[in-house]
């Protein structure tokens, strides 16, 4: 299908945030964007302030800041004053058993009010905050707990009895257990009674923009999962990349469809739409194609951020599904996490009358770093240009092992000049990993990308085996690790493949150890295990058995070829692998 550029009409580029995006970046410095912000007395800067208080102080008071739409039905508008007072209470509770600054607190549920209470309560008493996805399994949770040492985690009665109460004891950090139920299990606390016998904490603490705020943990090909470390400064990069890539402003109806589990649902799920003094639908439930058109029309909603996944589910359900469906209201519709198919821009303008505008950044950039944003024309298929502020490069190494960009059209690595405020200020405890991310003044993505003669950026894939399903960073190694701890498995290789629906699926190979034979009990047992540890998002979907797995020299498994060769593809490439990545060398014919 030959697909054109979509361009805006000029009542559009007059009515966007920023008109101009190339002129924009100019005159742009971040300095100047601070004005965005109200700051602390004596140059203190915190994220919770900005979000909430300094609204509920103001002419925002009595605006919703968040809609919120029950699973079963129930619907609850709580004001921006209402969520200043609650934070206020939960960061009292904090106070009163003697957490604060330093400290580390992690949120696992749903999205309930409550999340969103103690995320920013816990920013407004100085805390670190560490948002995990409820729908893990006790391994990945586990796993991030420790690396982050906690010290308080918000969750609820059945995720706690399901997920964390067998491994508690073993984490001597985590002080503080507090259930978003009435009644607590053994060893917790309950919300209502602690929010009950809080005093409110009436002063925000007086935080550095420097200062921790946040932690999101994302998954690298080796080694532990990688704990991201945000600072409150970051939030100058959610108010103005909310503002220009998704149009938000005071009042404005905005529903992201994220979970708070992971970045995308922490940086434009809360932290960007309520500094913008937006008005934040959050919806409880999780995808159901009726229930989604039915939001995005009863609840007005005007700026709608979401991803590739849910919108290819959409359109498999096709355009009758929106049938009877009024969207006029809708003003921008945006996406991320994925590549962004032209089909996909292509159908909402003609479900919603608009396109959906791609954005790509990263946990590691915190905020939106390349959009289309409202006033440009689209080339659908392209991730967009930097926005103000941020500076983009495509990049491949020299011969003698030095960077340089590459020209228009070429494929390389995508990269960008480090100074944004939202960019990571290092990985939990680990410096030498870190420091791998940077070279010549550049931050590194891991992408692999193309830019064109005009400054659109376009994606081509990942430079590393990370997989992403369904929009969901899933790193091999953490798979192939509780695969490993089934008594069958000997070796074993964690791949994406292509899948229409999610973009990739999560597949395995594994290799048994002797006196075991493959069967198809054996491999429901083994995806079983790796079910219960990992929960559903990050399981494989299927194992398959292997007599030996291919390797390098050195023992490192090939995820690549094993791909390549799943997918037919030649094998012979491996220019892109380290010397020490070559492969080993097989029996001749042999299947490995
Ligand atoms: C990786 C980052 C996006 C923030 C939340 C997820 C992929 C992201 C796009 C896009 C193609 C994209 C990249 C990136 N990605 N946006 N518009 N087109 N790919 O953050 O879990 O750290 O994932 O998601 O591969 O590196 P994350």
């Given at each position: 299908?030959?697909?054109?550029?979509?361009?805006?009409?000029?009542?559009?580029?007059?009515?966007?945030?920023?008109?101009?995006?190339?002129?924009?970046?100019?005159?742009?410095?971040?300095?100047?964007?601070?004005?965005?912000?109200?700051?602390?007395?004596?140059?203190?800067?915190?994220i919770?302030?900005?979000?909430?208080?300094?609204?509920?102080?103001?002419?925002?008071?009595?605006?919703?800041?968040?809609?919120?739409?029950?699973?079963?039905?129930?619907?609850?508008?709580?004001?921006?004053?209402?969520?200043?007072?609650?934070?206020?209470?939960?960061?009292?509770?904090?106070?009163?058993?003697?957490?604060?600054?330093?400290?580390?607190?992690?949120l696992?549920?749903?999205?309930?009010?409550?999340?969103?209470?103690?995320a920013?309560?816990?920013?407004?008493?100085?805390?670190?905050v560490t948002p995990?996805?409820?729908?893990?399994?006790?391994?990945?949770?586990?796993?991030?707990?420790?690396?982050?040492?906690?010290?308080?985690?918000?969750?609820?009665?059945?995720?706690?009895?399901?997920?964390?109460?067998?491994?508690?004891?073993?984490?001597?950090?985590?002080?503080?257990?507090?259930?978003?139920?009435?009644?607590?299990?053994?060893?917790?606390?309950?919300?209502?009674?602690?929010?009950?016998?809080?005093?409110?904490?009436?002063?925000?603490?007086?935080?550095?923009?420097?200062?921790?705020?946040l932690?999101h943990?994302?998954?690298?090909?080796?080694?532990?999962?990688?704990?991201?470390?945000h600072?409150?400064?970051?939030?100058?990069?959610h108010?103005?990349?909310?503002?220009?890539?998704?149009?938000?402003?005071?009042?404005?109806?905005?529903?992201c469809?994220a979970d708070p589990g992971w970045v995308t649902g922490t940086s434009y799920g809360l932290i960007s739409?309520?500094?913008?003094?937006?008005?934040?639908?959050?919806?409880?439930?999780?995808?159901?194609?009726?229930?989604?058109?039915?939001?995005?029309?009863?609840?007005?909603?005007?700026?709608?951020?979401?991803?590739?996944?849910?919108?290819?589910?959409?359109?498999?359900?096709?355009?009758?599904?929106?049938?009877?469906?009024?969207?006029?209201?809708?003003?921008?519709?945006?996406?991320?996490?994925?590549?962004?198919?032209?089909?996909?821009?292509?159908?909402?303008?003609?479900?919603?009358?608009?396109?959906?505008?791609?954005?790509?950044?990263?946990t590691?950039?915190g905020?939106?770093?390349?959009?289309?944003?409202?006033?440009?024309?689209?080339?659908?298929?392209?991730?967009?240009?930097?926005?103000?502020?941020?500076?983009?490069?495509?990049?491949?190494?020299?011969?003698?092992?030095?960077?340089?960009?590459?020209?228009?059209?070429?494929?390389?690595?995508?990269?960008?000049?480090?100074?944004?405020?939202?960019?990571?200020?290092?990985?939990?405890?680990?410096?030498?990993?870190?420091?791998?991310?940077?070279?010549?003044?550049?931050?590194?993505?891991?992408?692999?990308?193309?830019?064109?003669?005009?400054?659109?950026?376009?994606?081509?894939?990942?430079?590393?085996?990370?997989?992403?399903?369904?929009?969901?960073?899933?790193?091999?190694?953490?798979?192939?690790?509780?695969?490993?701890?089934?008594?069958?498995?000997?070796?074993?290789?964690?791949?994406?493949?292509?899948?229409?629906?999610?973009?990739?699926?999560?597949?395995?190979?594994?290799?048994?150890?002797?006196?075991?034979?493959?069967?198809?009990?054996?491999?429901?047992?083994?995806?079983?295990?790796?079910?219960?540890?990992?929960?559903?998002?990050?399981?494989?979907?299927?194992?398959?058995?292997?007599?030996?797995?291919?390797?390098?020299?050195?023992?490192?498994?090939?995820?690549?070829?094993?791909?390549?060769?799943?997918?037919?593809?030649?094998?012979?490439?491996?220019?892109?692998?380290?010397?020490?990545?070559?492969?080993?060398?097989?029996?001749?014919?042999?299947?490995?």
């Open positions: 299908m030959e697909i054109q550029t979509i361009r805006k009409t000029p009542e559009a580029r007059s009515a966007a945030q920023l008109p101009d995006p190339d002129g924009a970046r100019a005159g742009f410095s971040w300095e100047q964007a601070r004005e965005m912000l109200d700051g602390l007395p004596g140059g203190g800067l915190n919770a302030h900005e979000a909430v208080d300094r609204h509920a102080r103001g002419a925002g008071a009595t605006r919703p800041a968040l809609i919120w739409l029950g699973r079963d039905g129930d619907r609850r508008e709580i004001t921006y004053a209402r969520l200043a007072d609650d934070a206020s209470r939960f960061a009292g509770v904090l106070a009163r058993h003697g957490l604060g600054p330093g400290d580390r607190l992690y696992l549920a749903g999205r309930v009010p409550e999340l969103y209470t103690a920013l309560g816990a920013l407004r008493a100085g805390l670190a995990l996805f409820a729908a893990f399994g006790p391994e990945p949770i586990r796993m991030r707990m420790e690396i982050g040492a906690a010290n308080v985690l918000v969750t609820t009665a059945a995720l706690y009895r399901r997920k964390v109460a067998e491994w508690r004891t073993e984490l001597p950090s985590l002080k503080l257990v507090i259930v978003i139920d009435d009644a607590a299990p053994e060893g917790c606390a309950a919300w209502t009674t602690e929010m009950a016998a809080a005093q409110k904490l009436e002063d925000c603490a007086a935080t550095d923009p420097e200062d921790t705020a932690i943990f994302t998954s690298g090909t080796t080694g532990r999962p990688k704990g991201v470390i600072v409150h400064q970051a939030v100058l990069a108010a103005l990349t909310g503002r220009y890539a998704l149009e938000l402003a005071p009042g404005v109806r905005y529903w469809t739409p309520l500094v913008n003094g937006a008005t934040m639908i959050v919806d409880e439930a999780e995808f159901d194609v009726a229930r989604w058109y039915r939001i995005l029309d009863e609840e007005a909603v005007e700026v709608w951020y979401t991803a590739p996944t849910a919108i290819r589910r959409l359109m498999r359900a096709g355009k009758k599904a929106a049938a009877g469906h009024d969207f006029t209201k809708l003003r921008h519709l945006a996406s991320v996490g994925e590549p962004l198919n032209p089909e996909g821009v292509v159908w909402g303008e003609e479900v919603f009358g608009r396109p959906f505008h791609d954005t790509w950044w990263q590691e950039t905020a939106i770093m390349i959009a289309n944003t409202a006033a440009m024309d689209i080339q659908p298929g392209s991730m967009g240009k930097p926005l103000p502020g941020i500076t983009a490069g495509i990049l491949r190494r020299t011969d003698d092992d030095a960077l340089e960009e590459c020209g228009p059209g070429e494929t390389g690595e995508l990269a960008l000049r480090p100074g944004w405020p939202s960019m990571m200020r290092g990985y939990l405890g680990e410096e030498a990993r870190y420091r791998k991310a940077f070279d010549e003044g550049w931050y590194l993505s891991g992408d692999l990308a193309q830019r064109d003669t005009e400054g659109f950026f376009w994606f081509v894939g990942r430079a590393d085996d990370l997989i992403k399903s369904a929009g969901h960073l899933i790193g091999p190694f953490e798979v192939e690790s509780a695969l490993m701890e089934h008594p069958a498995v000997a070796e074993a290789a964690v791949i994406g493949l292509p899948d229409e629906t999610a973009g990739e699926v999560v597949r395995a190979y594994v290799a048994l150890n002797p006196g075991h034979e493959p069967s198809a009990d054996l491999e429901q047992d083994i995806r079983g295990l790796a079910r219960k540890r990992l929960g559903p998002a990050v399981a494989p979907r299927e194992v398959s058995f292997r007599d030996n797995l291919p390797k390098t020299r050195s023992g490192k498994i090939m995820r690549r070829l094993l791909k390549a060769r799943e997918l037919g593809l030649p094998e012979g490439d491996t220019s892109t692998l380290e010397t020490e990545d070559k492969p080993a060398p097989t029996p001749q014919g042999g299947t490995a």
